[in-house]
């Protein structure tokens, strides 16, 4: 038994290993299958690759690829992503109606697509960008109560301020602004700062309209202060002065920052002064005592006159006087006092130009109509409330130029002018405008206003003390025919070169008078004198009348006119004062004049107003020409022109 069980344990291995040997031999090989990998779809591969254009920009061959994902599958999963891409497309190159319609239909198409909320977004960016105002306000009003909380609303909130200030709604598109710039700020301080330079410029460029729509909105924001103390500053401006009060006195009890406070100080201590003006004091400023004293109660003799006061009638107008002494900063202060304590709805005067320099900056300042009474060039350049009432060079130089270029034809001209301010300003008045106007300008000499004796100057002029430089003889060589240059430019001939027609000579009556017989002593004879309002003298003629026979001079009062209006002050001058009136005491009389038309015509109650008024004035007849303004406050008459006719002076034909 043992050896048996040991044979079958040989034998029965052996067995099953010869079975398994023919049975692996007999039959063919069995082939393994590889694992299954499943290719990606059409669609997919499309997408991708659209994608990988729209990474590097290259949009016209992303869209050509999401427009044949879309044809292949409209409605298939990858459809609101191509449609998405292609709005995305359009907005960044400048397409945003095409832009529109794509993200239009996602939202139609696919209302569950996860990314719905930039889709809309999209489509507010497209509408902005078409200018649709009114679709852009709902859709981003939607969009905000729709995503409050998504990175992207300050975007949206921004896009919706813009809308609304295109719109003309300015509160709204203020409260929407100031909501993107606080969100922005933390994490995009310069963007922020671009979108607080939005809402500056929108409150500076606003009306009173705007900034009406904006202040109720603004109270709980930064910009409170700017947009209150400019709706103050238009009320004042526009002379409503009780909204102005309310406004500004609003803005100071609001505890906003000191700049703010001071600036809204100083302009609530104008429109208080606005509201105080007496609507029938008028402020005076001349110098009644010092230097210039002597004229500054010739204006006032000529205001009395003016106001009646002499003849006990109730002009229903008060003048208060202050006395500027000549002096600048007394000028200033008068100003002040008229309007601070007097209350004045405007003020005349000063008479003197730096006193009017002075006192012009102090009334444009404190907002009172100021008429001044001096020549001073740019005086009316200080601002709107800045006017004048006196004769300017450039008007007595236009007027002159004009009657003797081109009613005289006279084109060649002298000047002798003193060698001073006034001389030397006249004479370069006189001397651009003849050149403008195609004249020439001969020879022109200046002295010392001190002389008595002018015949170095005369000879000069007439090249009979020196010879004129040879530059100067080529130039009149030009305009000579040849028998002329023999007779009049030879060195050796001592006859006077009289080679003008007319001498200008801007200065005194009195001057005048002892140059115009020297003229005649030194052969200049046979020319056209002319002159500015300076010759104005009662005494012109008994000085120098014979050799002034047809001078023509310019005036800014002519006594001898002989109207109703001029015969009826000169009466009563004489009357009140004994003495004949002269171009101060008419203007004075005048200003009155018309600053009680203004009063008594056009009731003004305030200082603006009044200004106003003035402007807007009828004119007002007065014994210097006809009174109105410009806009600019410059008066708007022209100055006489006065001819000696025998022993008499008469207006110029």
């Keep these: 038994m043992i050896q048996y069980k040991w044979v079958a344990q040989r034998v029965i291995p052996v067995l099953v290993a010869g079975l398994a040997l023919f049975l692996f031999s007999c039959k063919p090989a069995v082939k393994l299958k590889r694992p299954v990998v499943k290719k990606k779809p059409r669609i997919e591969r499309l997408y991708s690759q659209a994608e990988e254009f729209y990474g590097q920009a290259r949009y016209e061959e992303a869209l050509v690829l999401y427009s044949r994902c879309l044809e292949l599958e409209p409605r298939g999963v990858r459809a609101p992503d191509c449609l998405k891409r292609m709005g995305d497309i359009y907005l960044n190159t400048g397409q945003p109606k095409k832009a529109f319609e794509m993200y239009a239909r996602v939202r139609r198409d696919f209302p569950d697509y996860k990314e719905l909320g930039n889709v809309e977004l999209g489509l507010i960016s497209a509408l902005w960008k078409m200018r649709a105002l009114e679709e852009v306000i709902g859709e981003a009003r939607a969009w905000i109560g729709k995503y409050p909380k998504t990175p992207a609303r300050p975007r949206v909130e921004l896009i919706l301020g813009q809308a609304y200030y295109e719109s003309l709604k300015y509160g709204n598109a203020l409260k929407w602004l100031v909501r993107a710039e606080d969100e922005i700020r933390p994490f995009d301080a310069e963007w922020a700062d671009q979108i607080s330079a939005q809402i500056k410029g929108m409150i500076n460029e606003a009306d009173e309209s705007a900034l009406e729509q904006m202040i109720e909105v603004s109270r709980q924001t930064r910009y409170y202060p700017e947009i209150?103390?400019?709706?103050?500053?238009?009320?004042?401006?526009?002379?409503?002065?009780?909204?102005?009060?309310?406004?500004?006195?609003?803005?100071?009890?609001?505890?906003?920052?000191?700049?703010?406070?001071?600036?809204?100080?100083?302009?609530?201590?104008?429109?208080?002064?606005?509201?105080?003006?007496?609507?029938?004091?008028?402020?005076?400023?001349?110098?009644?005592?010092?230097?210039?004293?002597?004229?500054?109660?010739?204006?006032?003799?000529?205001?009395?006159?003016?106001?009646?006061?002499?003849?006990?009638?109730?002009?229903?107008?008060?003048?208060?006087?202050?006395?500027?002494?000549?002096?600048?900063?007394?000028?200033?202060?008068?100003?002040?006092?008229?309007?601070?304590?007097?209350?004045?709805?405007?003020?005349?005067?000063?008479?003197?130009?730096?006193?009017?320099?002075?006192?012009?900056?102090?009334?444009?300042?404190?907002?009172?109509?100021?008429?001044?009474?001096?020549?001073?060039?740019?005086?009316?350049?200080?601002?709107?409330?800045?006017?004048?009432?006196?004769?300017?060079p450039k008007k007595e130089i236009e007027r002159l130029v004009h009657v003797a270029m081109d009613r005289l034809d006279i084109t060649k001209f002298a000047i002798m002018y003193p060698d001073n301010v006034y001389g030397a300003y006249y004479m370069q008045q006189f001397w651009d405008m003849v050149e403008d106007r195609g004249g020439e300008i001969r020879a022109a000499e200046a002295y010392d206003p001190s002389l008595t004796d002018f015949a170095a100057q005369i000879k000069r002029m007439v090249g009979r003390d020196l010879p004129r430089p040879e530059t100067f003889l080529e130039r009149l060589r030009a305009h000579r025919l040849p028998e002329e240059e023999e007779s009049e430019l030879d060195p050796g001939?001592?006859?006077?070169?009289?080679?003008?027609?007319?001498?200008?000579?801007?200065?005194?009556?009195?001057?005048?008078?002892?140059?115009?017989?020297?003229?005649?002593?030194?052969?200049?004879?046979?020319?056209?004198?002319?002159?500015?309002?300076?010759?104005?003298?009662?005494?012109?003629?008994?000085?120098?009348?014979?050799?002034?026979?047809?001078?023509?001079?310019?005036?800014?009062?002519?006594?001898?006119?002989?109207?109703?209006?001029?015969?009826?002050?000169?009466?009563?001058?004489?009357?009140?004062?004994?003495?004949?009136?002269?171009?101060?005491?008419?203007?004075?009389?005048?200003?009155?004049?018309?600053?009680?038309?203004?009063?008594?015509?056009?009731?003004?109650?305030?200082?603006?107003?009044?200004?106003?008024?003035?402007?807007?004035?009828?004119?007002?007849?007065?014994?210097?020409?006809?009174?109105?303004?410009?806009?600019?406050?410059?008066?708007?008459?022209?100055?006489?022109?006065?001819?000696?006719?025998?022993?008499?002076?008469?207006?110029?034909?």
């Design 228 to 392: 209150a103390y400019r709706l103050g500053a238009l009320y004042y401006r526009t002379d409503q002065l009780e909204e102005a009060e309310e406004t500004i006195a609003d803005l100071l009890r609001s505890g906003v920052e000191e700049k703010w406070l001071v600036k809204a100080r100083m302009l609530y201590e104008k429109i208080f002064l606005a509201l105080t003006a007496d609507p029938h004091k008028i402020g005076c400023l001349l110098p009644l005592s010092g230097p210039f004293a002597i004229y500054g109660r010739e204006v006032l003799n000529g205001i009395e006159t003016g106001l009646g006061i002499f003849d006990r009638q109730s002009s229903g107008i008060e003048v208060v006087i202050k006395d500027t002494t000549g002096n600048p900063d007394n000028a200033a202060e008068g100003v002040e006092e008229l309007v601070r304590e007097e209350h004045v709805i405007a003020v005349m005067g000063p008479l003197l130009s730096r006193c009017a320099e002075k006192a012009a900056e102090r009334a444009e300042a404190l907002g009172v109509p100021l008429i001044t009474i001096c020549r001073k060039e740019d005086i009316v350049d200080k601002g709107a409330m800045i006017f004048r009432n006196f004769l300017v």
């Design 493 to 653: 001939n001592e006859e006077p070169i009289v080679d003008f027609n007319a001498v200008f000579i801007p200065d005194s009556a009195e001057r005048v008078a002892m140059i115009a017989p020297q003229l005649v002593y030194h052969d200049v004879g046979d020319v056209w004198l002319l002159g500015t309002s300076l010759w104005t003298s009662t005494r012109i003629i008994s000085l120098a009348g014979d050799y002034l026979q047809g001078a023509i001079y310019t005036s800014g009062f002519f006594a001898a006119s002989g109207t109703e209006e001029v015969e009826t002050f000169l009466e009563r001058y004489r009357a009140n004062y004994g003495e004949e009136p002269g171009l101060l005491a008419a203007t004075g009389y005048d200003t009155i004049g018309f600053l009680k038309q203004v009063v008594e015509g056009m009731a003004p109650v305030t200082r603006r107003q009044m200004q106003e008024a003035m402007v807007r004035s009828a004119p007002y007849d007065g014994v210097t020409g006809q009174i109105s303004f410009d806009s600019s406050g410059e008066v708007k008459k022209e100055p006489f022109l006065v001819t000696v006719l025998g022993q008499k002076e008469i207006l110029f034909p």
